[in-house]
Every structure is written in C-alpha cells, then in structure tokens.
C-alpha cells in the first residue's frame, strides 16, 4: 500500500486521535483518514452522477 504524507492543523490531528484506539471507533489515525477519504470520495461520486458528470 503506497504511503503519503501531509501536513495538518494539531486541532484537526488531536479531534481525530479522539476516536482512535481500544474501544474506539478507528484501531489508528491512519485508518480514520482512510475512511475519511473513502466516505469522502462516495460523496463526491453521488454530487457527480446527480450533475451529470459521470
């Protein structure tokens, strides 16, 4: 799996570690972000078909 690096705000990076970890949501900030992208990229495919982009 090709890895990537970004920068982000600490108070976007410290809501997020909020969610990860034992009893969490996400098993790592890696894994949220990931499904971030994903849910995010479902979104902007639903906007393109309802435009007429696809």
Same mark, same amino acid.
């Given at each position: 799996? @090709? #890895? %990537?690096?970004?920068?982000? @705000?600490?108070?976007?990076?410290? &809501?997020?570690? /909020?969610?990860?970890? &034992?009893?969490?949501?996400?098993?790592?900030v890696a894994d949220a972000v /990931?499904?971030?992208?994903? #849910?995010?990229? &479902?979104?902007? &495919?639903? %906007?393109?078909?309802r435009n007429g982009r696809v």
């Amino acid at each position: 799996m @090709p #890895k %990537i690096s970004l920068d982000m @705000p600490a108070e976007v990076l410290n &809501d997020l570690k /909020r969610h990860v970890g &034992d009893e969490k949501k996400f098993i790592s900030v890696a894994d949220a972000v /990931r499904t971030a992208c994903r #849910k995010l990229l &479902d979104q902007l &495919d639903e %906007i393109d078909l309802r435009n007429g982009r696809v």
